[in-house]
């Protein structure tokens, strides 16, 4: 499969966080929207933006966090209304998804990918070099 058709997919993926209750990393499978990838075809690294539920209104970043309203975009297969975390991107390994896609914003709600990719392309234009 060329993995350039992966950039737009949201999909699941491991993602590891600190459980305060345990006091150890533990892994949770958390939407990912893929942004980019490292090459064409076969197994890679690919470029990714969490998607999040946040439930402390403070630790929403008005600057680079998109809210995604399940019931405008209802055609993705999230539980809850959310965030696309612009300023949080991360790098998983392509065998690290789930098989099968939530969706696609970049085909389905074009206006919204431009949306997230203009505030990710906001928040790296401010590292400094």
Same mark, same amino acid.
């Given at each position: ?30 939407? $990912? @929207?893929? =942004? ?8 890679? &690294? +690919? /470029? $990714? @933006?969490? =998607? ?8 929403? &970043? +008005? /600057? ?13 297969? +999230? ?51």
């Amino acid at each position: 499969m060329n993995n350039t058709r992966l950039i737009g997919e949201v999909r699941g993926s491991r993602f590891p966080y600190f459980n305060s209750n345990t006091q150890q990393i533990e892994f949770k499978n958390r939407p $990912v @929207l893929i =942004i980019n990838c490292e090459k064409e075809y076969g197994p890679c &690294d +690919l /470029t $990714v @933006l969490p =998607i999040s539920t946040i439930p402390r209104k403070q630790n929403i &970043d +008005l /600057t680079y966090d998109v809210p995604i309203d399940v019931t405008t975009y209802n055609k993705l297969s +999230l539980n809850r209304n959310c965030f696309c975390r612009t300023s949080k991107v991360s790098t998983v390994y392509s065998r690290e998804l789930t098989a099968s896609t939530m969706g696609n914003i970049k085909i389905e709600y074009p206006k919204l990918y431009n949306e997230i990719i203009t505030k990710f392309k906001l928040f790296t234009d401010k590292i400094k070099p």
